[in-house]
């Protein structure tokens, strides 16, 4: 369930990039693999609301209903769980004392591999019309080692087992430019990808999701809207850990953009309801 939690949150991120007051309404299907683990597959649906520099994403699955709220100039995010009534309030982790480091900081590791999959996203020049909507391929690739996927809370020896596995991703990504909304998804789709938020979402779950961070960054360079994303995950590498992923075979992953619209946000729809328990990370 955790690592599920963590997946639907950090698409909650992907699909919450936007500036001016826009509404995407995206379903998500994962399948094989690691999905295996939660009954065989997921089917998330996301509605993602945006006002300014604020975006409230509300994430349902059966038996389950989880919300984000992501303030980018505060630099937080707030994970509503209705069914527990509880708001947990997620910031940069204060860097180790002696590092020097500043909060949020991308390690030059991760940053490498952010620019290694910007630099492996191509336009195919293959184009198609999905709804109504001009849609032009880009083709990327990606891999992470699993020790990657918890960041510093996982314990040394469970990283230790982990760290000779590699997660590879590959896929395409079927980019809109006009569409209502675009202009707009792109101007926060840059900078959201700058303030590395992606790293606060892995903090409130304790889980990262392998690789989306850098999805994300590489999406902010097509300029574009992402309408439909399909991404393959493999696993490699030794041990029983390894064994038992690539047992599981290949997860696939589809996330479709079904509806947008440029309606006006309300501002109450970014608060935390007065009656829920508030937990600060």
Do not use: H
């Not at 590489?218 to 690539?246: F, K, N, P, S």
């Amino acid at each position: 369930m955790k690592r599920s939690l963590a997946t639907l949150i950090v698409f909650a991120l992907c699909t919450a990039l936007v500036r001016a007051d826009v509404t995407l309404v995206q379903t998500t299907t994962v399948e094989g693999g690691l999905a295996a683990m939660s009954g065989g597959s997921m089917s998330p649906k996301t509605t993602t609301r945006i006002k300014g520099k604020k975006s409230r994403t509300d994430i349902d699955v059966p038996n389950m209903n989880v919300v984000t709220i992501t303030d980018l100039a505060a630099k937080q995010v707030t994970i509503l769980r209705p069914d527990q009534k509880t708001a947990t309030v997620v910031t940069p982790e204060v860097p180790t004392a002696g590092t020097g480091a500043p909060a949020g900081t991308v390690s030059p590791a991760v940053a490498e591999a952010a620019n290694a999959i910007a630099s492996s996203i191509k336009a195919t020049g293959k184009s198609q019309t999905i709804d109504g909507i001009k849609c032009d391929e880009y083709t990327f690739a990606t891999s992470v080692n699993l020790s990657e996927m918890t960041g510093s809370r996982m314990p040394p020896e469970a990283a230790a087992v982990m760290q000779d596995v590699k997660l590879n991703m590959e896929g395409s990504m079927w980019i809109a430019k006009d569409v209502p909304g675009a202009a707009e998804f792109i101007a926060f789709q840059k900078a959201a990808a700058a303030s590395d938020m992606s790293s606060i979402i892995a903090g409130a779950t304790g889980v990262r999701v392998p690789g989306m961070d850098r999805v994300m960054k590489a999406i902010a360079g097509t300029d574009g809207m992402a309408y439909l994303t399909e991404m393959t995950v493999t696993a490699e590498g030794t041990g029983q850990v390894a064994d038992m992923m690539r047992s599981m075979g290949p997860m696939k992953i589809t996330t479709r953009t079904t509806s947008v619209n440029t309606d006006s946000v309300a501002d109450d729809i970014f608060t935390v309801p007065a009656d829920y328990k508030v937990i600060k990370q």
